[in-house]
């Protein structure tokens, strides 16, 4: 059973970067895709980037996409999730999960999720 912590959150002006990252344990993370999920005040969870198992295949949700980036190393057992050009409405917790079946967008795919960083970006 995986267990996920992400890092890496904080307060940053509009226009800046941060990088997240997901450490797994207790499983064998090169096993996994791994996504990235995010939470607004007021809203439901939402779909963000995931990451195929070797890492050659990866999704964005178009709000983020060309802004986002994510990576993986499987050696330390970490997914990152490089954010740039950070934008207000990218405000919310941030989510790691790990999935044993699929490289999806979609919540019900994944098994592990991690307990969240926030993200506040101001304008």
């Known amino acids: 059973q995986a267990q996920l912590v992400e890092s890496g959150g904080g307060l940053v002006q509009a226009g800046g970067s941060l990088r997240l990252s997901c450490a797994a344990s207790?499983?064998?993370?090169?096993?996994?895709?791994m996504g990235w999920f995010r939470q607004a005040p007021g809203k439901e969870r939402e779909f963000v980037a995931t990451?195929?198992?070797?890492?050659?295949?990866?999704y964005y949700a178009s709000s983020v996409k060309g802004r986002f980036t994510i990576s993986r190393d499987n050696a330390k057992n970490t997914v990152y999730l490089q954010m740039n050009s950070l934008k207000s409405e990218d405000t919310a917790v941030y989510y790691c999960?790990?999935?044993?079946?699929?490289?999806?967008?979609?919540?019900?795919?994944?098994?592990?999720w991690g307990q969240g960083t926030q993200v506040t970006v101001s304008s």
């Open positions: 999960a790990a999935s044993l079946t699929a490289t999806s967008k979609y919540m019900r795919a994944y098994e592990y």
């Open positions: 207790g499983g064998t993370f090169s096993s996994y895709a």
């Open positions: 990451i195929s198992w070797r890492g050659l295949t990866t």
